[in-house]
């Protein structure tokens, strides 16, 4: 059964610290393996990761995969109290076009 | 349209209620998706469609679930004789996919949070 695992699954951090979200995947037949930033409801997109070693970066944001070791790292530098979200891990196999989602990593960012 | 909208936003509904909530996609995305998250948990896929049929309901938990994409574009939910563990956030998303190959980006709507009592 396809499965994505996050880690941690919440943290408290200060503003302007650095935080590293993981997330490791076991899935049939993988295509790409996306993040998203969820506040209130809607998971809003942040990156889509095919290939391994080639970091996505978008501002402050950062994200890297590797596929030998099946998993991901989703990195915020010099962290804002707007940053407070759950992040969200997916999995997207090759066949079924359904996103198999972690259950996030809950960040609270403090000023 | 700009994103993707979900009505209603809320639903209370009361045990063994009929409800239906609805989609709709980006203009122009040919695939739509139904997701349900519970609290706590990330979102669990349910059914996509890509145009007017249904491609993969697998996640359809039982026979009480249904969807319907009639013209390709809005969809509609529908939930019969509804259980108290229907309750959370559905959650729809579209896409511009045109088949099974290429990697494709799912864009989400705000949800429906259902409560049902």
């Known amino acids: ?111 | 349209g700009a994103g993707v909208s979900q009505t209603p936003s809320n639903k209370v509904t009361e045990k063994g209620k009929y409800v239906e909530l609805r989609c709709d996609p980006i203009s122009g995305h040919t695939a739509l998706y139904w997701y349900r998250q519970s609290l706590g948990q990330g979102p669990e896929f349910l059914i996509y469609f890509q145009g007017t049929g249904a491609a993969d309901d697998s996640g359809l938990p039982n026979d009480r679930f249904f969807a319907v994409r009639p013209e390709g574009s809005v969809s509609t939910l529908k939930i019969q004789r509804t259980e108290r563990g229907d309750s959370a956030v559905y959650l729809c998303a579209s896409s511009l996919r045109r088949g099974p190959v290429g990697t494709d980006t799912q864009y989400f709507g705000p949800g429906t949070r259902l409560t049902v009592l």
């Open chain 1, 1 to 111: 059964e396809d499965k994505v695992v996050q880690s941690p699954l919440s943290l408290v951090v200060h503003e302007g610290d650095t935080v590293t979200l993981n997330c490791s995947y076991e899935v049939t037949n993988f295509r790409s393996l996306l993040w998203y930033k969820q506040e209130k409801k809607a998971p809003t997109f942040l990156f889509m990761l095919t290939s391994s070693g080639i970091e996505k970066k978008s501002g402050r944001l950062s994200s890297i995969l590797d596929k030998k070791e099946l998993f991901s790292i989703l990195n915020i530098t010099a962290t804002q109290t707007g940053d407070s979200a759950i992040y969200l891990c997916a999995a997207e196999p090759t066949y079924g076009n359904k996103l198999v989602f972690g259950a996030g990593t809950i960040l609270r960012v403090k000023s």
